[in-house]
């Protein structure tokens, strides 16, 4: 059974470090890359659902998409078909459900940004308040290395 490395799908500028450190881990340990992508629910009343089925299946086309182009350049550096993973509301509670569903995803990957902040979901760990039920080893990636210092680290 290969390990999974999950990784969230955001739109932050470190997420593409924790990608490539992620998928190159994989690579030297015959795993594969599980990428979460959270769309953000929407709470509106009954009169707008008309409104808020069509942006909800909008944002799921443009996550599919995404994913789509994150999921080769994982599968490209790994080596492996990676997961994707598409799922609704706050990002601490995606990442329980998926990794609740997924015996085999073994390790959160996670990226610093490089300034004062480290980002939510980095506090949340560092806190010791963990996004996950069950205990999973959590990687933090600073979000400024290089593809080189990433290579040596991986």
Do not use: Y
């Not at 990784?7 to 690579?27: C, G, I």
């Not at 008309?50 to 994913?67: P, T, Y």
Request: overall charge negative.
């Amino acid at each position: 059974m290969p390990r999974k490395f999950l990784v969230v799908a955001d739109d932050t500028p470190e997420f593409d470090s924790a990608l490539r450190f992620a998928a190159r881990r994989a690579r030297s340990t015959g795993g594969r890359v599980a990428l979460l992508r959270v769309l953000t629910s929407s709470d509106s009343n009954a009169h707008w659902s008309g409104v808020r089925d069509e942006i909800e299946r909008e944002q799921r086309a443009e996550a599919e998409a995404l994913l789509g182009k994150l999921g080769a350049r994982a599968e490209e550096i790994s080596g492996a078909t990676p997961v994707l993973i598409i799922e609704t509301g706050d990002t601490a509670s995606a990442i329980r459900k998926a990794v609740a569903e997924d015996a085999e995803i073994k390790i959160l990957v996670l990226a610093a940004s490089s300034g004062r902040n480290p980002g939510p979901l980095v506090q949340e760990v560092v806190r010791g308040e963990g996004p996950t039920a069950r205990k999973l080893p959590v990687t933090i990636v600073p979000g400024d290395l290089s593809d080189d210092e990433i290579e040596d680290l991986a």
